[in-house]
């Protein structure tokens, strides 16, 4: 199909042994030896198009024989090759150094090292071209010529560009001291003995015309570049913590430096961060994705939350559009930048989705919760009563009080929760749902919004606002566990289909009505009971879908998989309903795949169990680093602690229930309102928390507005 936004739940072609150096809205994807390979998914890629799809590095015409790949920095790696031996001698003299950085396109800095004792005459090209394919071509194997192509050379520079419908794309590659042609630019190296020649190429998208400015210039060092000062902020701020487990401090490390990779700023407002889903192909605001990534890791950037609730707000739906799927007051699915996406769908702003929006506003709850930029907070208040309307107004179509989906057109997304493959939402005897679908968890979501609502108006002095949010949360609890409660199975629905039957599956998704508190705590215990069974809990987290349904494949994309944010969710919800060895099963299994990934969780696994296979088994094509993987494991120390922050209502809940195997574990410098809190857990569960803010007090039971209790009637 020839639509420009994500088609969820279909494999990315391409090999798993290659490079992806992401910073902003650039990422690489390359060869282990440094070269953009033709005919596949490698290219330079820069606000979703290909601007660079052949870099090939040749000595006198000689591939270089690949030695070793050092990323010291999401942005930044050395390829470190070896040159076919001179003629005369059996053994390699030259190594070939390409130091890259990626940002706002690419530099390469290339360096070869004689290492014998007669100088090395070299002829060294860069083969380079062009084809400013759109992301989702590349991805799905579709590329193909579009529009006139251009090429511009002289001394030191080549250009190349493409117009096609009215939009044009470049790139500028600039190396002083190439010989440049069509395709191609040329190096001559004189290399002494024992010594070193170098160069540098840089490489700068140019979108209609305008040359984006080079994030590592040449003229500056790279540790005062841009990349390089924002990642060495990022590391100096924020919580730290220690932990005597190193497997588990591994993987808070590798999270905390994944999430900091994923940030992407707009050029037109820099000093407002947001998360993008994943790399490589995800690398733009997801309404979905960035808002579970935000409330997940809220406590290491508070300003990264809030960044995406203003953000998300600005493209927030004002008119109907069945083409991008665009309605008042709704949050969007995904941004996009590539002219493919701008073309097929009339907009870089597509709207399919049905939970990004009550979503919305349960972060701008968590925002209030933890005492967030109150001030900004309260100016995105209309856009959380705009979302809320658009929930019941065009979100519930039918009345019957629960909300569901059915995509605009033959172009959108089939299924519009986070399950979003095309047969992510299926019968207990695998027949397909017909839509509309009114999904439990987005049941779920909305009922946590509507509580979210109620904390905001009861903090800004709307006594009456806040009651009648509450009694709407309450009407929805009840209704929904009348219709979606299936006492014959013991489990709740899926969800309702287009004829208001139950799809009956025993799915992951009941987790999140957990983590929201829609569940009757009467039935909490067998929805616990149901996650934790050996059809559900693989022993690296909870599978998507019970090995007893008949679409069950541990290898597909949402029928049996595990996702680890999908367990944290579980998690979460399990500890809100007080199932804490329940939850603490779940948070150390994915923990322990963490381990086993070498502390950087995948958007996803195949869900064998643990039993089965010692190790878990990676999912092909699943995105590395990816947003809510990468702040699975913060969220689950959150878990693990108990910990609940309610800056209005001057309450911080800690609870820990630690594995003894992780020893004593200390955090420092959490934010909470304008203070930085610490808190000290003992090998014997011992706590100690300092500077609490002035009115607040630490317990062990939650908050009222975050209890799983029915809220308080009015």
Not at 124 to 132: K, P
Not at 399 to 422: C, H, I, M, P
Request: hydrophobic content about 40%; charged content about 25%.
């Amino acid at each position: 199909m020839g639509q420009g936004w994500t088609f969820a739940g279909e494999a990315t072609q391409g090999g798993g042994d290659s490079v992806t150096l992401i910073e902003g809205s650039s990422f690489c994807l390359s060869e282990r030896g440094g070269d953009l390979a033709p005919g596949t998914p490698q290219g330079l890629f820069h606000r979703d198009t290909r601007i660079l799809s052949v870099w090939q590095l040749r000595l006198d015409d000689e591939e270089v024989d690949p030695l070793s790949v050092i990323a010291q920095e999401p942005y930044e790696a050395l390829f470190l090759g070896r040159a076919r031996p001179r003629p005369g001698h059996s053994e390699a003299t030259v190594l070939v150094e390409r130091r890259r950085f990626v940002g706002a396109g690419m530099r390469e800095d290339l360096v070869l090292r004689n290492l014998g004792n007669e100088a090395a005459a070299c002829r060294l090209t860069l083969r380079v071209e062009a084809d400013f394919a759109d992301l989702f071509e590349v991805k799905e194997g579709r590329v193909q010529p579009r529009g006139q192509y251009g090429v511009d050379y002289g001394d030191g520079v080549l250009s190349l560009n493409r117009q096609w419908r009215g939009e044009s794309r470049g790139v500028r590659i600039v190396a002083e001291d190439a010989i440049c042609s069509p395709g191609q630019l040329t190096f001559r190296a004189l290399v002494p003995p024992r010594g070193t020649w170098r160069a540098s190429v840089l490489v700068t998208p140019v979108i209609d015309g305008v040359e984006t400015p080079t994030s590592f210039p040449l003229e500056r060092p790279v540790e005062q570049a841009g990349p390089s000062v924002r990642t060495s902020e990022w590391r100096q701020s924020g919580p730290r913590v220690k932990v005597g487990d190193e497997s588990l401090a591994l993987t808070l490390r590798r999270s905390c430096q994944d999430l900091g990779a994923l940030r992407i700023f707009d050029p037109g407002r820099p000093d407002t961060p947001v998360v993008a889903a994943g790399a490589p192909w995800f690398m733009a605001l997801f309404g979905r994705d960035s808002i579970l990534t935000a409330l997940m890791s809220l406590p290491l950037d508070p300003q990264l939350a809030l960044g995406t609730a203003q953000t998300l707000a600005r493209y927030q739906g004002t008119r109907t559009d069945p083409v991008t799927e665009e309605e008042p007051g709704k949050i969007p699915h995904e941004l996009r930048f590539g002219v493919e996406a701008s073309l097929a769908l009339g907009g870089t702003v597509y709207y399919g989705t049905v939970d990004a929006t009550p979503l919305f506003v349960m972060l701008l709850g968590e925002l209030c919760r933890w005492g967030v930029d109150p001030d900004a907070v309260r100016e995105l208040l209309p856009h959380a009563d705009r979302a809320l309307e658009w929930v019941e107004k065009y979100g519930d179509r039918d009345g019957d009080g629960f909300v569901e989906y059915r995509r605009s057109t033959d172009r959108g997304l089939a299924n519009q929760g986070w399950k979003d493959s095309w047969d992510g939402v299926n019968s207990a005897d695998g027949k397909l749902a017909e839509p509309p679908i009114a999904l439990a968890e987005v049941q779920g979501y909305v009922y946590g919004a509507y509580r979210a609502r109620a904390l905001l108006a009861e903090h800004t002095g709307d006594a009456a606002g806040a009651a009648r949010w509450h009694e709407r949360a309450r009407q929805l609890k009840r209704r929904f566990n009348e219709v979606f409660w299936l006492p014959g199975r013991g489990w709740y629905a899926e969800a309702l289909d287009g004829d208001k039957n139950p799809v009956d599956s025993l799915a992951s998704n009941m987790g999140h009505c957990l983590w929201t508190g829609i569940v009757d705590e009467d039935k909490a215990e067998a929805v616990a009971e149901r996650l934790l069974s050996p059809e559900m809990f693989s022993g690296w987290g909870v599978r998507t879908l019970a090995t007893t349904m008949a679409a069950y494949n541990p290898m597909s994309y949402h029928n049996g998989s595990v996702w680890p944010h999908d367990s944290g969710i579980v998690a979460a919800g399990l500890m809100r309903y007080g199932f804490t060895d329940h939850a603490r099963r779940v948070a150390e299994a994915v923990l322990d795949a963490a381990a086993a990934f070498g502390g950087r969780l995948p958007e996803l696994l195949c869900g064998f169990d643990r039993a089965e296979y010692a190790q878990p088994v990676p999912y092909p094509a699943a995105c590395s680093p990816q947003a809510w993987a990468s702040a699975t494991p913060v969220y689950l120390l959150r878990v693990l602690l108990g910990a609940e922050v309610c800056v209005p209502h001057g309450r911080i809940r800690l609870a820990p229930v630690l594995p003894a195997r992780f020893g004593a574990l200390r955090l420092t410098e959490v934010p909470v309102g304008t203070a930085q809190v610490g808190v000290r857990v003992t090998e014997a569960g011992e706590v100690q928390v300092t500077g609490l803010p002035a009115g607040m007090e630490v317990s062990t039971q939650p908050c009222a507005c975050t209890a799983a209790s029915a809220p308080p009637s009015s």
